[in-house]
């Protein structure tokens, strides 16, 4: 999601180009070429598909707006090569709303199609004008153009009501099984039938004369819809419960200068999964960084050439240390943390900065050890 161009705000709302929205671009007008398309018709196919994603820009809005009406902001709306992608900055925990957030979007595909089609029958003309039975490709101009704009809109509510995550179908689906449920539960079964329409997509996809492009969909919709239940699971594990609640008040410090023989009494003696790493000064212990136990393991087996074939390919990727001393293998950014801190940012940073061993520091005091490992642990027990 990072390299992309600001398009400008709509409603307050930052609009971005994915890098990859322009190679689609190029794709229709290198598959026009080949066709032998002219320049006049390139550039109404040109004109079609950004009208196209011009519909998908007000879907989005359509969610982000009616999202802003019960006091969800928009972090922004992103344009990929597969459609729209709003991120609202929280998912409506009430069900009712969830609901209403997740149909406000196919809805606006619904009065697009529904303004085309009136506007047909006010002309009397058919829903279908100037679109050939057969046709060679997509081919746009100035007669069929409304017939395959409706169409399209069609097409958009059509997919977006599958009843899977991440289309807006597997949203509104939460949303009525939350009416009876909890959220997780209902996520989880959610998830489930979100993976049965991917195994029945992925099966009609083997069918003779269907693109593979319909396995490539199966696929997505089978792993977006088990993520969103880890999410979930996870999101409602961690909610308001802070570092305090999760770290550890009893832990073991490592000294950055610890060799090969002198670790294994460290790793040996707890069962902690994520160890600081001082250095010892005149004015005190300076802390260095952090050591996961997977870490001082692999490392051991490498030293003493016990590593399996899969962890000697592994090791050659991640580093060439030969001499082994702890703080070689630490990781030496530290980020400090208090205890009243909020764990699902604390998570959220884990992941984003790549540290999996942090210190909780209270008043000038280290109290205590937050790892990754830990809290997930914390996630499985409290879900
Ligand atoms: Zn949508």
Not at 114 to 121: H, N, Q, S, V
Not at 344 to 356: A, H, K
Request: aromatic residues 12%; hydrophobic residues 45%; charged residues 20%.
């Amino acid at each position: 999601m990072k390299q992309r161009l600001k398009l400008g705000k709509i409603s307050g709302i930052p609009l971005y180009m994915h890098w990859t929205f322009p190679l689609l671009i190029l794709y229709f007008v290198y598959d026009g070429l080949n066709r032998g398309l002219d320049t006049v018709g390139l550039l109404w196919l040109v004109g079609f598909i950004l009208t196209i994603f011009f519909c998908v820009v007000l879907h989005e809005l359509g969610h982000s707006l009616s999202a802003r009406w019960y006091g969800i902001d928009t972090e922004d709306i992103t344009l990929l090569p597969i459609g729209g992608v709003a991120r609202l900055k929280a998912m409506p925990r009430k069900p009712w709303r969830e609901i209403v957030v997740a149909l406000m979007g196919p809805m606006v595909n619904v009065v697009i199609a529904a303004g085309l089609f009136i506007y047909f029958w006010l002309t009397s003309q058919s829903a279908m004008h100037g679109i050939p039975e057969e046709a060679d490709g997509l081919v746009i101009n100035g007669t069929n153009f409304l017939s395959w704009l409706f169409l399209t809109n069609v097409g958009l509510v059509v997919f977006n009501c599958i009843p899977a995550f991440p289309m807006d179908g597997g949203r509104v689906l939460r949303g009525l099984l939350g009416l009876r449920f909890k959220r997780v539960t209902a996520t989880k079964i959610a998830s489930i039938l979100g993976r049965i329409c991917a195994v029945g997509f992925a099966a009609l996809s083997f069918l003779p004369g269907q693109s593979p492009f319909l396995l490539f969909i199966a696929i997505f919709i089978y792993f977006t819809a088990s993520q969103e239940y880890h999410s979930v699971k996870t999101e409602e594990a961690l909610r308001e419960k802070t570092v305090r609640n999760a770290m550890r008040t009893q832990f073991t410090l490592i000294p950055a200068e610890t060799n090969l023989d002198e670790v294994i009494p460290y790793i040996t003696s707890t069962a902690e999964q994520g160890f600081l790493v001082v250095e010892s000064t005149e004015y005190g212990t300076d802390l260095k960084g952090g050591v996961t136990r997977p870490a001082i393991v692999r490392a051991i087996k490498r030293h003493k050439g016990q590593e399996s074939f899969f962890e000697k390919y592994l090791s050659r990727r991640r580093s060439k240390v030969n001499s082994f001393f702890v703080h070689e293998l630490m990781n030496d950014r530290v980020r400090y943390l208090t205890p009243d801190m909020p764990l699902p940012m604390v998570y959220q940073e884990m992941m984003q900065l790549r540290i999996s061993v942090m210190p909780v520091r209270e008043n000038n005091e280290l109290v205590g050890v937050l790892d990754y490992h830990q809290i997930q642990e914390f996630i499985k027990l409290n879900s």
